[in-house]
């Protein structure tokens, strides 16, 4: 079908051009050697006997299009200087030298645009991404989709305009990524590391939170806890959740009194603290474990209204480590995730990837620290960082894509 000739896509031929070939002009690429204009799609389509609807899937790197028909357009857009948008420099090797970042937005009634998880994660995301982007003298598309419902055709129609698909928190589902595996590169931010359809970079989740609650349990006797959960879809936040349970079962006497699912947000760390504060106060925990910091926020706010006393009273904990966290009274104890070298290290990986497609299915976990301040029952000014070991990289032996 590639190399057929649309007769209503073909341009005519001008009247007072008696040659059936285009030449380069002598002072400059991509302009007609007879007239000095510049050349179009229309001319190469009709050098290269194709209709533009080929040439245009030829210099957007699309599919569905002959290896040579794809060969003979290349040949012709060389021949004649043609410049596509900025393009020509990458379509002999079929590349854009453009990558996507796809970040998810999870938006509350109530809350401002400094709140947002999108905000304060992914900005600090991006600046790994971008720095090494910028390295290689190469650029970034940027897109955010909504948590729970991602535009899945938006995306489709994204990955025909990129080299390859960074994807935040693994909001899309993995039958969706497998799909767009088999078209390019594809790796996963903050991913599960059970994903099979793709590579994935996160921080390692299940240890940190483990080492934060063992620290509650152990240097603290906190005994009655009480779980902030995150939204669903957020592998990260199950992780956490996970490693909760397993420091719960390990230590006899410790029990989940309870847990509140909220969206990563200060609001729903406020509604949460608002449960807590609806309950008789011999039924209260006396730990809060919070999904990331900012729901621990909510729960200090929340908290103090109701004249609850942090951390003697309750203690409370967060996750990510976000520059406010040191600013509130009582400093939040929580832990550090490397978010810009998730960018980084992301983003290096689908650059290997792009360059070579048969690499193996990988999944690389980043250490976290545990950021020892004053809201968990530490003295007041206190501010100890530790190093948490946890497990290696893992790399399997099967491509995602095929997955």
């Known amino acids: 079908m590639g190399d057929r000739v649309d007769a209503k896509c073909q341009p005519r031929r001008p009247r007072d051009r008696g040659v059936t070939t285009l030449q380069p002009a002598a002072g400059g690429a991509g302009e007609d050697g007879d007239t000095g204009s510049p050349v179009t799609l229309y001319d190469v389509a009709r050098l290269a006997e194709v209709s533009i609807a080929t040439v245009s899937r030829v210099v957007h790197g699309q599919d569905l299009v002959r290896d040579s028909t794809r060969a ?25 030298d453009v990558i996507g970042l796809v970040c998810v ?18 900005d600090e995301v991006l600046r790994g991404v971008e720095s090494l982007m910028r390295t290689e003298h190469k650029s970034v598309l940027i897109t955010y989709v909504q948590d729970p419902d991602p535009d899945l055709p938006r995306l489709l129609s994204l990955s025909g305009k990129v080299d390859g698909l960074l994807f935040g928190e693994g909001v899309v589902p993995s039958s969706f990524i497998a799909r767009l595996a088999r078209r390019l590169p594809v790796v996963i931010i903050a991913g599960s590391p059970g994903e099979r359809a793709a590579d994935v970079v996160t921080a390692d989740n299940r240890s940190g939170s483990a080492a934060l609650v063992t620290h509650l349990v152990e240097d603290h006797g906190r005994r009655r806890l009480y779980q902030v959960k995150g939204p669903p879809t957020a592998p990260d936040a199950e992780e956490r959740s996970l490693a909760l349970t397993q420091v719960i079962d390990s230590h006899l006497g410790c029990q989940l009194i309870g847990t509140f699912c909220g969206s990563f947000s200060v609001q729903s760390g406020e509604e949460a603290g608002e449960t807590l504060l609806a309950l008789p106060p011999d039924a209260r925990p006396d730990a809060v474990v919070c999904a990331n910091d900012q729901s621990a926020i909510g729960v200090l706010q929340a908290l103090a209204r109701g004249g609850v006393r942090v951390p003697e009273d309750m203690a409370v904990v967060g996750f990510d480590d976000i520059f406010p966290a040191s600013l509130l009274r009582p400093a939040l104890t929580t832990v550090h995730q490397p978010m810009r070298m998730l960018g980084e290290r992301a983003c290096a990986r689908l650059l290997d990837r792009i360059s070579d497609p048969s690499l193996q299915h990988y999944i690389e976990l980043l250490p976290t620290e545990l950021v020892i301040r004053s809201s968990c029952g530490c003295p007041p000014g206190t501010e100890i960082r530790r190093e948490i070991a946890g497990p290696a990289t893992q790399t399997a032996a099967t491509d995602p894509a095929a997955s």
């Open 72 to 96: 003979r357009v290349l040949a012709v857009i060389e021949q004649l200087g043609y410049v596509p948008d900025g393009a020509a420099q990458s379509l002999s090797r079929r590349r854009k």
């Open 105 to 122: 937005e999870t938006r509350e009634k109530k809350q401002y645009d400094v709140e947002s998880m999108a905000l304060l994660f992914y």
